[in-house]
């Protein structure tokens, strides 16, 4: 089922916030609503968002590989994505990242073997006060997890995998 | 002193619309829209003295005046992408003073004749978008926003539009792009937004902090405002202060406040008792400015920061120890500015990854001052050359860093900063 079928409501709330005439304005927005769907971005969904706003497939396939949080590829079912940028750094963020990886058993862009983590690094959340912290991107969106240690990021991973062995 | 931006450190609730009306709430909205013209709220906001705050410090009335009354519609877009490293205030005002903000927008609205603004939020800031979509569809219901304004025909209509990650949408021509559904690619300028902004019509573009002013400029008068701060940099200014200090926060301060007086009386000082060694007053993009007791008593206001031999910005203050090198900071700088850069303009595109190749080189054993040299001279010859602010700033930090701390250039000790949170210790022995 295309995505404006499937989610008719929520396409025509978005293409009402810009004018009709610059309806490509939408592309972002539904590029996000087609992301909550798998968690990442099909071919299917970008060709269903070029064909509802008049774009060819090449220009929605720009914006996912230009701006970073869409993603094109299954992986972890949460992307755990650690700031280990300078405000952070200056707060032990990269020491932090180590011992993540350590006690995940990846690497940085690495998914752990159950495909349930994605450990990734990332450049500033505007949280710059509050580190070592770290975001949660998954279908459901984003959530931040701020003035982090290892334990409590391990209970979150814990946590995390329960709810997301559940939900398929 | 109260605040006048982070009020929701004095009123509790605030983010609530009763609360916020039994403050004054949507006041100031309209008195503008019943009582006064579109150019007498210019008028004023320039009297006040009032310069943005996203970090180039233009005069918010003038760039307001800029926009052509030949052409129509008009837009607003609210610039809430928040990207700079070190910056995390629009992100507080946002989250905990929504209505302040969302009033100060309708103002800026009314004030240029447009009937819809957008606020441009980077990805990350999603459930603020949630928050404000919500907060917006109350004040419609409530008569605040949309049409009709106080039974005038004014009409704002306020809209959430989210990005995706890339600091260049900061930019502003750049954030225009986006929200035309484009890549994140800065525009030639001239022509500026006020004249050729968002669909090719007049558009101002604001940073959330400068628009959360109005409110109460409106309600105190430009008089009131122009007590606060310096001559030249009228008004409070929230100091995202961040590194090496004990309590890194937002501090909400008048124009002129000290260095020292933000690191030591509100900052509570370095961790264990460090030194300071240098500041980058407006993060990743500045200028290091060495420190010693004159820079520290001097006042932060656009002027002096600049005869120190950096900007204030956006006011996002670093601050660094004598334990760190300045080669380990520029690392990471380079890094953020190579992964940032959008690819659109060779010196930057070919310069910040050049850079990138020229800082990872210095960590190896046999790196000497040739790879330093080089170094310094790559960014040299990116200055100036550059489409937008993103390329120039790229080169801020490695120069100022080689030509003020060159010692730091040399072989230096491994860096390796324990985080903040005392927990690690245990479990990193136990798995390394």
Known sequence: ?168 | MAYVLLRHRDIPGIQKLDVYKKNGGFEALKKVVTQMKPNEVTDLVKNSGLRGRGGAGFPTGMKWSFVDNKIWPHYVVVNADESEPGTFKDREIMENNPLQFLEGVAIAAYAVGAKAAYVYLRGEFWKIAAALDDKIAELEEAGYLGEKLFGTDTTVHIYTHLGAGAYICGEETAMLESIEGKRGMPRIRPPFPAVYGLYGKPTVVNNVETLTNLPMIVANGSDWYKMMGTPDSAGVKIFSLSGRVRKPDNYELPFGTTFRQLIYEHGGGVQEARPVKAIMPAGASSSFIPVDDTVLDTPMDYASVRKLGADLGSASVIVIDDTVPIEWIINKTIHFFKHESCGKCTPCREGTYWMMNLVERLKREDAGQADVDLLLNVARQMQNKCLCPLGEFSTMAVVTGIERFPQDFKKQADVNIEPINADLKKVVSQNL
């Open chain 1, 1 to 168: 089922m295309s995505l404006a079928t499937k989610y008719s409501r929520e396409v025509k709330r978005i293409l009402a916030k810009y004018p009709p005439e610059n309806k490509r304005s939408a592309v972002m927005p539904l590029l996000y609503l087609a992301q909550s769907e798998a968690g990442y971005i099909t071919r299917e969904a970008m060709q269903d968002i070029a064909d509802l706003l008049e774009m060819s497939l090449t220009d929605v396939g720009a914006l996912v590989g230009f701006y970073t949080l869409y993603h094109d590829k299954k992986e972890g079912k949460y992307r755990m994505q650690v700031c280990t940028d300078l405000p952070c750094a200056l707060r032990g963020a990269d020491r932090f990242m180590d011992s993540l990886c350590a006690n995940l058993g990846i690497q940085v862009g690495e998914t752990t073997p159950d495909g349930m983590i994605t450990l990734e690094a990332v450049t500033c959340l505007a949280a710059c006060d509050k580190a070592p912290m770290f975001q949660i991107q998954s279908r459901d969106g984003l959530e931040y997890h701020e003035n982090m240690t290892v334990d409590k990021t391990m209970e979150l991973v814990e946590a995390l995998k329960k709810v997301g062995g559940e939900v398929k």
